[in-house]
């Protein structure tokens, strides 16, 4: 991502996470803000994952980053949304577990369209490590490798400017 290259560039972590949001744009942001509010709830959990201490930081960061971005009504309009939410957390886990695994998939797909480079992907999610999903490399790998060979992928790179060959 754009934020572990500027941070391997020695940027700072405040510094990258600007520069990086600045970027991604509005619908990103929808879906940071969605992916947060899974997040919350998995904390709800009796098997809540505990991320890492920089993880938390960089959360935190993040979250001080949208409250600059996002009109203070936006967010206020979100809390009733957020609270009955969570009132009712249980009822809608097994679709936001769901939700997060498409994510997650919709993530490694990504990964493999912007780099253009299916070895580098896969080398990638490989490595990644997934502390959420419980999603297996081999499985991570076998994602990669079917939106690869997929039509969907040969579209979007069509349709994105970055087709390599015909």
Do not use: C
Request: glycine share 6%; aromatic share 4%.
């Amino acid at each position: 991502s754009n934020y572990v290259e500027l941070r391997a560039a020695g940027e700072d972590p405040r510094g990258a996470l600007g520069i990086t949001f600045d970027k991604i744009g509005s619908g990103i942001l929808t879906g940071a803000l969605t992916t947060s509010a899974a997040f919350l709830v998995l904390l709800g959990r009796d098997k809540a994952p505990v991320p890492p201490e920089d993880r938390t930081r960089a959360v935190e960061e993040l979250a001080k980053h949208i409250q600059m971005k996002v009109p203070p009504a936006v967010i206020q309009s979100l809390k009733p949304l957020a609270s009955k939410f969570l009132q009712h957390r249980d009822d809608f886990l097994p679709e936001v577990n769901r939700w997060i695994l498409a994510n997650h998939k919709t993530s490694i797909r990504s990964a493999v369209l912007v780099t253009g480079e299916p070895r580098r992907a896969i080398a990638m999610v490989v490595h990644e490590e997934d502390r959420i999903t419980g999603m297996k490399a081999k499985d991570r790998v076998k994602e990669a490798m079917r939106f690869v060979l997929s039509e969907e992928h040969v579209q979007l790179r069509r349709k994105l400017g970055l087709v390599v060959g015909e």
